[in-house]
Each structure stands twice: as C-alpha cells, then as structure tokens.
C-alpha cells in the first residue's frame, strides 16, 4: 500500500523552528515531485514548498515562506523535510506531504499521493 507519514509536527513559539519529516512507502519518491502543503482552518489547502526530481536542485516556494522554509528530500530514504524557521502564528496550520508526477507545482491538483497530515501550532 502506498503511505505517506508525516512527523515532526507540534507547538512552538512565534519566531519558533520544526522540521517535518515525511517517509513515503508503497513507492518510490525518486520520479516524483514531492513537497508540503498545508490548511488552516476555514481555509484552502495551499502549497508551501515542493522539490522537483533529479537530485532536488529545482524548488519551488510559496512567497510567503520564502527565506524561512527549506525543502530537502532523500531519495535513498524515500523521505522528503521541511525544515522551517521564523515560524508565524498565522501559520498554524495541518502540514501534509504530497507526491505527484510530472510538471512539479505548487498546485494541488493533479497531487497523486497525500499523507495524514501532521498540525503544528504557533503561538504568539
């Protein structure tokens, strides 16, 4: 079965750091784009960061976390990170990895494989 489990999840403080891990299982990352999204409540999922194929020199970011967050995968661990820092309390949020073939994006759609989610909290 294909599984994407996320972790390293939690409550931190404004101006806080997490790094979140995501070990996929049932495939292999190593032809896909894989990244993070995330939800808040009342809102829409939203892509936060995604990391192309070939070695992970191709990301992408959304604006907003630009600077702050960093997107990292090891294929040999079939296992991508997000490590992020200066976090805001408008970013407590559900986290989810994703995985998806072919044209890597922050959209969601056409996303193949989602994982469970993992919330992190920041408080102010």
């Known amino acids: 079965d294909v599984q994407l489990v996320e972790s390293g999840g939690g409550s931190v403080q404004s101006g806080g750091s997490l790094r979140l891990t995501c070990v996929a299982s049932?495939?292999?990352?190593?032809?896909?784009?894989v990244g993070w999204f995330r939800e808040a409540p009342g809102k829409e999922r939203e892509g936060v960061a995604v990391?192309?194929?070939?070695?992970?020199?191709?990301?992408f970011y959304a604006d907003s976390v630009k600077g702050r967050f960093t997107v990292s995968r090891d294929d040999a661990k079939n296992t991508l990170y997000l490590q992020m820092s200066n976090l805001k309390p408008e970013e407590s949020a559900t986290y989810y990895c994703?995985?998806?073939?072919?044209?890597?994006?922050?959209?969601?759609?056409?996303?193949?494989?989602w994982g469970q989610g993992t919330q992190v909290t920041v408080s102010s």
């Open positions: 990391i192309a194929t070939g070695g992970g020199s191709i990301d």
């Open positions: 994703a995985a998806r073939r072919g044209v890597c994006s922050l959209r969601s759609s056409s996303v193949e494989y």
């Open positions: 049932g495939f292999s990352i190593a032809s896909y784009c």
